[in-house]
């Protein structure tokens, strides 16, 4: 059966320590040109959430016209792309093997499920040039819920690859409580892997369809695609 992979990025393909969160920060405090309005976003609990919700909230806390959302993503992408070059950025053990094995495969189709908006998304997968990986993917668009990015992304996937996937013939790979309750809401099966932001226990108490404590045990990922 036809199957799409959906895979979230951070916490789940790569980790990188904190870049994002860093200019987001940076590319704040430019745009604000005051020292003060330093580690705007350092409260923000990020893990499995939607990069628009971030800037929102910070906006909102700190009086800024919603207005002003291009002038600061254009700052943001100009940061990201020096902080996640700046050899901290991992990828995830055996990531690179596995979208090569999903991608060989005839049944399986790998796309994304994130909440980053796509250019970051694009930029931190860059860095291990995985993004021929992911002809298309579901990104945060807007002010709305993880699971409507899922949503988005399987619809953009049945347009792209030309398959239209039954809702149980998508799976969720992610590193959160988050990926596991939005993939519910979609029909969608969820794979969680314990290598970022939520412990093997916190995703254990979620049931995910498959828990794993990184990608390096291929057998049972695949199994449960079948
Ligand atoms: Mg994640």
Same mark, same amino acid.
């Given at each position: ?10 916490? =789940? ?14 590319? +704040? ?20 959430? *939607? !990069? ?6 910070? +906006? ?7 207005? $002003? ?24 053990? #055996? ?8 991608? $060989? =495969? ?9 909440? #980053? ?7 931190? *997968? !860059?860095? +291990? ?22 949503? !988005? ?41 314990? =290598?970022?932001? #939520? ?16 990608? =390096? ?10």
């Amino acid at each position: 059966m036809e199957t799409l992979l959906m895979w979230d990025i951070d916490g =789940t393909l790569l980790r990188n320590k904190g870049a994002g969160r860093r200019a987001m920060n940076r590319a +704040f405090e430019q745009m604000m040109g005051d020292a003060g309005c330093r580690d705007a976003f350092d409260h923000i609990q990020m893990a499995g959430g *939607l !990069d628009l919700h971030f800037i929102h909230e910070v +906006f909102a806390e700190q009086g800024v016209d919603r207005s $002003r959302l291009e002038e600061y993503l254009s700052l943001y992408y100009a940061h990201l792309k020096e902080e996640v070059g700046d050899g901290q950025s991992i990828l995830m053990p #055996n990531v690179r093997n596995m979208l090569e094995r999903a991608r $060989r =495969t005839d049944s399986l189709y790998n796309a994304l499920g994130t909440g #980053n908006l796509e250019l970051g998304a694009r930029i931190k *997968l !860059d860095l +291990f040039d995985l993004n021929s990986y992911f002809p298309v993917g579901g990104f945060c668009y807007g002010l709305v819920e993880r699971y409507q990015v899922l949503q !988005d992304g399987v619809e953009r996937a049945r347009k792209h690859y030309a398959v239209d996937f039954a809702p149980e013939r998508v799976i969720i790979i992610g590193d959160t409580v988050r990926d596991i309750e939005a993939a519910r809401k979609i029909g969608a099966k969820v794979i969680a892997v314990a =290598t970022g932001g #939520n412990s093997y226990e916190m995703l254990e108490a979620a049931k995910p369809d498959l828990l794993l404590a990184d990608l =390096t045990d291929e057998e049972r990922f695949f199994a449960l695609c079948e």
